[in-house]
């Protein structure tokens, strides 16, 4: 089993359409859960950081964790052609400082 | 800027050569991690450092690379005898550490992209 698992993409969604991202992890002790963002030839930017349960908004990002489900998602609203990108799930695991990625998912939203 | 930067951009090497990447942290920042990303996967860590002592080395780092980071500032890579393999991405990527907290988080430089032909 994979450390971190995101859905495989690639999601195409309309403009002005929610994209919704989801990853789950193995570790039930990670304390700490990233998404970045990464355009092709770029390097990953970060977006969003989560650290309790529930939901933490910003802008048009949500995330959302869910500890005892091992699960962690992210919500784009309103899509707009600059969201087109690889969106990157990382994980700190229990008592470790390295992240752990996932195989990122792909999204483009089409004008 | 204030970010991280690497240093170089790209590089082309032919098989056998040995190359060496620099990274310089965020200026406060007292951890620096080293990743590798190839096409289609997310980062993988390679090592990392707190201060000028490197804690830890995944073993996907075989003995042709090695990584230094001298005075707790940048930090070098060096692959030696480089193979096809790997050509990849190369991310530094730093953090503020224990004054950080629970909640310390990576920001990654720009890569350095290696292609070894």
């Known amino acids: 089993q994979k450390e971190v698992e995101q859905n495989s993409g690639p999601l195409s969604v309309p403009e002005g359409a929610i994209a919704s991202l989801n990853c789950t992890y193995s570790d039930r002790g990670s304390q700490s859960f990233f998404w970045y963002r990464q355009y092709s030839g770029k390097s990953p930017e970060l977006i969003m950081s989560i650290y309790s349960n529930g939901d933490k908004e910003d802008g048009r990002f949500t995330a959302q964790l869910n500890k005892a489900s091992q699960y962690v998602s992210l919500l784009i609203r309103d899509s707009q052609p600059s969201d087109s990108a690889t969106y990157l799930c990382?994980?700190?695991?229990?008592?470790?400082?390295?992240?752990?990625f996932g195989a990122g998912t792909t999204v483009t939203v089409r004008a | 800027d204030t970010g991280v930067s690497q240093d170089p951009r790209h590089k082309i090497t032919k098989r056998g050569q040995n190359v060496t990447f620099r990274c310089d942290p965020i200026s406060e920042h007292n951890r620096l991690y080293w990743y590798r990303q190839t096409l289609g996967q997310g980062p993988e860590f390679l090592t990392y450092f707190q201060n000028e002592a490197q804690l830890e080395k995944s073993r996907l780092l075989s003995d042709r690379f090695s990584a230094e980071r001298p005075k707790g500032s940048f930090s070098t890579l060096e692959i030696q005898r480089t193979e096809q393999g790997d050509s990849a991405m190369y991310l530094c990527?730093?953090?503020?550490?224990?004054?950080?907290?629970?909640?310390?988080?990576?920001?990654f430089g720009p890569g350095t992209r290696l292609t070894v032909l």
């Open positions: 990382a994980v700190i695991r229990s008592n470790d400082y390295k992240l752990s």
């Open positions: 990527a730093s953090s503020l550490g224990a004054a950080g907290g629970p909640t310390d988080t990576q920001y």
